[in-house]
């Protein structure tokens, strides 16, 4: 029975993708623009050296512990404030995704036919779960390696030499993954439950119940971006990697479980 | 098995395609359906009911969309709670499209193709299949966001045909669609009837109903309050008289009111009254023009289940008769 209710989620999850490759997957390199120039923006104010930012010595010392002796600050704040960014960058982006699909598929329809549809609620939460997962994760992969070349092209441009330890890249790597699937899974948990939220106009002019959605969704990837910031120059990566990263997974496993359970369908069409 | 295949009736009401008994269901503990009993075989069923009688519900719960709190449905003789393959047998057009705007007509249908599972030669012969059926052939390339109301009820419709189901449940069919489409829409309806498929309609357009249908299932407060024969409900629920649509200048329920008459249901330029044959109602057509009333038009009310529809929706209410 698991196995066939796996193989429907993968059917609907290949509808899902089959219909976003149909209606044009432009607008997902969209965010990435953004946040390649905040990166580019952020890496020009660090190049004007550490008396214009704050705790700029630390970032130097952290730095240098990697080998990077040149341009110790721009390599700094690439290895302490990057991953946060990714982290935040995919998670935004897939809060932005989730309420959207969900706002409009509500309102129009679409999540009550799915459930005419030969699915269990369920299949259709475990299918959507899928699929924004994938998207959180391309996000992740792009922001990774937008991150992984603009520093590469500092590192390589400055002279500088820097060796990256394996715990050290595997949190760089993990983390922000496992706060982008957080991420998908407390966004899908917040809107799915309480649907109202994702809806425009259910609020008025105000953010309202939607705004604190999204800023509850989006608490994984800012706790990330705070354990880098304020850890990683003083606990070993292997530490952070253990605690950033196991406090991330443990909100993302709870969100999942809980919405794969909790899910009613009542909740959606009464929206 | 396969998984997406069409579920083959089950033993117990293998030739009754739509059974509920005891059915309650509701929101978030807010009752709507209170004890639902009904049996669909094949042919053109209408519900009915004013705003809120919970026609809407009830074609959720029968479509397996909303599980019910008590009772339980059968489709082809299984639950479409336990086994969720014998969905594959309903289609559903809901009164929301829900189409994907940024797809074309074309590619809406094969989206939800590919949402039943199906291979892709199926997929395929179904989609030219249902596209020739409603006539979406010159709409195909078109996106769904630039759709008439009507054209998007076709599309809706085709789509609840695309596994070419057992039982359609279609919630407002008629509704925005232009006049020479709901004749069409209406033979392609009343074809599949005909050929032995289990159709439920809810619907206001009352007339277009009244022609198609074999029998009318009436809904209120969420109870069913008639089932069978429009014609023979209408006498059942309302009695036999002869009801009056009046239209006119001036007030027209303070003058009914004074000649002993009472309005049984207002709508915003005329009142329906009831009056005992056609010469009572010469005689108080004459009475109210005589008491300074500008009649403007008066006529019977034809259409029993537009009788019975006006009855339901009670005095004074907002009646939404199109």
Same mark, same amino acid.
């Given at each position: 029975m698991p196995q066939m209710s796996a193989d429907r989620a993968l059917t609907l999850v290949s509808a899902l993708a089959w219909r976003t490759r149909r209606e044009g997957t432009?607008?997902?390199?969209v965010p990435l623009v953004s946040f390649t120039v905040m990166l580019t923006a952020i890496i020009l104010i660090s190049?004007?050296?550490? $008396?214009?930012? $704050?705790g700029g010595q630390a970032l130097v010392t952290f730095a240098e512990q990697y080998g990077?002796?040149?341009n110790a600050v721009t390599v700094g704040i690439g290895m302490v404030a990057g991953p946060g960014l990714v982290a935040v960058f995919a998670s935004f982006s897939i809060i932005m995704l989730v309420r959207n699909l969900i706002g409009s598929e509500a309102s129009r329809g679409g999540v009550e036919a799915l459930l005419a549809a030969p699915y269990r609620p369920r299949t259709i939460m475990i299918a959507l779960l899928s699929y924004v997962g994938s998207i959180a994760t391309f996000y992740w992969a792009a922001a990774t390696t937008i991150l992984a070349i603009i520093f590469g092209l500092i590192i390589v441009t400055s002279g500088a030499s820097v060796t990256f330890t394996a715990s050290y890249l595997l949190a760089v790597l993990i983390v922000p993954l496992l706060a982008a699937w957080s991420s998908t899974g407390t966004s899908l948990l917040v809107y799915m439950l309480f649907p109202r939220m994702a809806k425009a106009g259910s609020y008025g002019m105000n953010l309202g119940g939607g705004g604190i959605g999204s800023l509850l969704a989006i608490l994984p990837a800012v706790g990330t971006l705070f354990a880098f910031l304020f850890w990683a120059p003083y606990i070993s990566a292997g530490e952070l990697l253990a605690v950033a990263g196991g406090a991330v997974a443990v909100v993302g496993v709870a969100s999942i479980v809980l919405i794969t359970h909790l899910f009613r369908p009542d909740a959606i069409l009464e929206a | 098995m396969d998984e997406f295949a069409v579920v083959t009736p089950g033993?117990?009401?293998?030739?009754?395609p739509l059974t509920a008994t005891g059915l309650s269901a509701g929101y978030r503990g807010r009752?709507?359906?209170?004890d639902i009993d009904l049996t669909f075989r094949a042919g053109l069923h209408l519900v009915i009911g004013p705003n809120g009688a919970g026609k809407t519900t009830l074609f959720r719960v029968l479509a397996g969309v909303l599980r019910p709190t008590a009772g339980e449905v059968r489709i082809c003789g299984r639950d479409p709670g336990v086994e969720?393959?014998?969905?594959?047998n309903v289609g559903v057009a809901a009164?929301?499209? &829900?189409?994907?705007?940024?797809?074309s007509v074309a590619d809406n249908l094969y989206y939800w193709a590919h949402v039943l599972g199906m291979p892709a030669a199926e997929q395929r012969s179904s989609v030219e299949r249902v596209t020739d059926l409603l006539g979406l052939g010159e709409i195909?390339?078109?996106? &769904? =966001? =630039?759709?008439s109301r009507g054209q998007a009820q076709r599309v809706s419709l085709a789509r609840a045909m695309l596994s070419d189901p057992l039982v359609l449940l279609l919630d407002?069919?008629? =509704?925005?669609?232009d006049p020479a489409v709901t004749a069409q829409l209406r033979s392609h309806l009343r074809t599949l009837a005909d050929e032995g498929r289990t159709l439920l309609i809810s619907t206001h357009e009352l007339a277009e109903a009244n022609a198609i249908g074999d029998d009318v299932t009436v809904l209120r407060d969420g109870r069913i309050v008639g089932q069978g024969d429009a014609g023979k409900l209408r006498s059942a629920l309302v009695g036999e008289g002869y009801r009056l649509r009046i239209k006119g200048s001036g007030d027209l329920s303070g003058a009914l009111e004074r000649l002993?008459?009472? &309005?049984e249901a207002s709508q915003h330029d005329g009142v329906i009254v009831s009056v005992a044959d056609e010469r009572a109602a010469s005689k108080l057509l004459a009475a109210l023009i005589d008491a300074g009333v500008g009649v403007s038009e008066a006529a019977p009310v034809a259409n029993p289940l537009e009788d019975l529809y006006l009855r339901l929706q009670g005095d004074g209410s907002a009646a939404d008769v199109r």
């Open positions: 432009w607008q997902m390199f190049l004007s050296g550490t $008396n214009h930012i $704050n990077a002796h040149t | 033993p117990q009401t293998a030739a009754v009752p709507v359906l209170h969720v393959t014998v969905k594959r009164h929301r499209t &829900a189409l994907a705007q940024r797809l195909a390339g078109q996106r &769904a =966001s =630039s759709l407002e069919p008629f =509704s925005g669609v002993g008459y009472k &309005a």
